[in-house]
């Protein structure tokens, strides 16, 4: 059953609205320390997560379809989360975080998406993304009990090794760890069609003049604006794109077709180096 969050005012429906979202930069380093240290890593989906949260304030709703009743003044008061409401990531996220201070994890205070667990030489971190949980231990024993405590709680389901993580694929081996967006990048490529272009030597050209476009402004601006944004998503592992993308995104406002056309061109770089990544050596002494 999914409410219409919509029609909720805040103040009166609800009060705050929060979403569990780990930093880029915890990231990159929760994955470089788990390799630098030989740590097991883990991939957790908990099963209708926001079905998990209590609610603070009072809600009502009108009574599902299908539900007879005499009376057609009669609504619902919820006394628990429901898909929909506006506050029900951030209820998750307050029971969520109940249960692992209940089990001893420390909030970090850099990322509040970042908790740790110590206790003499067992090490647990975690991090969470919304309702994906990545989990990384240094003891097998603590792994399973950890993952026995969370499915007690919300029942979970167990994706196994580290292998894809929001839109990343994450490859492991003795050596270190190769973080690609493979995937994500054939289907800015497909969503433009240039799969069949001919791939850029580079992404950008030198001493471009994008900032004095005279020519005529893009019709529909949002095909360029989704497309920047996605770009802006794919320097998370490509960080030679830094630069163009950085210098595209300044004309979001108004974009014309001059620097439509050089947004295709990062695109026909890609093609040429979709398989590009970062990796992230274990013989590092960070």
Known sequence: ?????????????YNETFAPVAKMTSVWIFL?????????????????AFLHGNLDEEVYMHLPPGFCSNNPTKVCLLKKCLYGLRQVPRQWFVKLSSNLSEYGFVRTYADYSLYIYRQQDVFTGLLVYVYDIAPAFNDAV??????????????????GPFKYFLGIEIARGSE??????????????????LLGAKPAEFSIEENHKLALATDQELHDVTRYRRLVGRLIYLTVTRPE?????????????????????????VVRYLKGTVGDGLFLHANNNL
């Open 1 to 13: 059953m999914i409410i219409r969050g919509d029609h909720q005012v805040e103040g009166f429906g």
């Open 32 to 48: 470089s320390m788990a390799v630098a240290k030989g740590w097991e890593l883990y991939q957790l989906d908990v099963n209708n």
């Open 142 to 159: 603590a792994s399973q009990k950890f993952k026995a405590y969370l499915h007690a709680c919300f029942s979970i389901k167990d994706l």
């Open 176 to 193: 270190g760890m190769f973080l690609c967006q493979r995937k994500y990048a054939l289907d800015i490529i497909e969503e433009c069609r």
């Open 241 to 265: 794109l830094t630069y163009a993308v950085h210098v595209l995104s300044q004309f979001m406002q108004s974009p014309r077709e001059e620097q439509m056309d050089a947004t295709r061109r």
